[in-house]
């Protein structure tokens, strides 16, 4: 069984600019949450999506925003980028809303922002 | 909102000794979850508890949940090198998918 699959996974952005960042769960999976995290701030949590709904969000600026498609693949954007945005993003599945503790993670997207 | 704070944030370790790692919750927990990183990699579960007074094995890995204490430990017995790499404690954070700790950084030298 294939694990959660994360892309790009190094990236080079400068302030002002954009990105995208791509999330593929494990197949039968349909909940992906993102993560984000640094050295200072640890991981923190930025929004869960089930079956193309956001469920749930963290404490992030509107920079910050995700979607999930049909077949459940799931991605993150930021705008504007700021210098602190720079930061491994963590992506995790889990088959259901309740199994809110076993998640799945991938290897993660980091973002350096010059 | 429910924080999670670890202790000792590193540990350096001989090759061959136990070691205890902490986890505190600011409220009660109703369910910690141990996760271990690799440096600049994902997280991969190590296991769940869920009742007070649950202790969980897995290889030479324990963790133990005292709900009164709103606390979890995780001890390695007779740690090797492949035991290195940051532990993390992770908790059911209400509106949050999970609320984790900042992370213990373990280093076993061989």
């Known amino acids: 069984k294939a694990g959660v699959t994360q892309t790009p996974r190094y990236l080079i952005k400068t302030r002002g600019q954009q990105v995208t960042l791509s999330c593929s769960p494990i197949?039968?999976?349909?909940?992906v949450s993102w993560y984000q995290q640094t050295p200072g701030q640890g991981l923190q949590f930025l929004f869960e999506?089930?079956?193309?709904?956001?469920?749930n969000k963290g404490n992030f600026p509107g920079r910050f925003s995700g979607r999930q498609f049909s077949n459940s693949r799931s991605e993150m954007n930021v705008s504007t980028l700021e210098l602190g945005d720079s930061a491994l993003y963590l992506c995790?599945?889990?088959?259901?809303?309740?199994?809110?503790?076993?998640?799945?993670f991938g290897e993660g997207s980091r973002l350096t922002v010059l | 909102s429910q924080e999670l704070e670890q202790s000792p944030q590193s540990l350096i370790v001989q090759e061959g000794k136990n070691l205890t790692i902490n986890c505190t919750s600011s409220?009660?927990?109703?369910?910690l979850y141990w996760y271990k990183q690799k440096y600049g990699e994902g997280l991969i579960f190590l296991m769940m508890?869920?009742?007070?007074?649950e202790e969980k094995s897995h290889e030479k890995i324990t963790a133990k949940l005292d709900e009164k204490k709103q606390q979890s430990s995780l001890h390695i017995t007779a740690s090797q090198p492949s035991h290195a790499g940051i532990y993390l404690c992770?908790?059911?954070?209400?509106?949050?998918?999970?609320?984790f700790g900042k992370g213990t950084k373990l280093t076993v030298n061989p």
């Open positions: 995790a599945s889990s088959f259901g809303r309740t199994n809110t503790g076993e998640l799945f």
């Open positions: 197949s039968g999976h349909r909940s």
């Open positions: 999506y089930f079956s193309e709904t956001q469920r």
């Open positions: 409220k009660t927990l109703y369910g």
């Open positions: 508890l869920q009742k007070g007074g």
């Open positions: 992770g908790a059911e954070g209400g509106s949050e998918k999970l609320v």
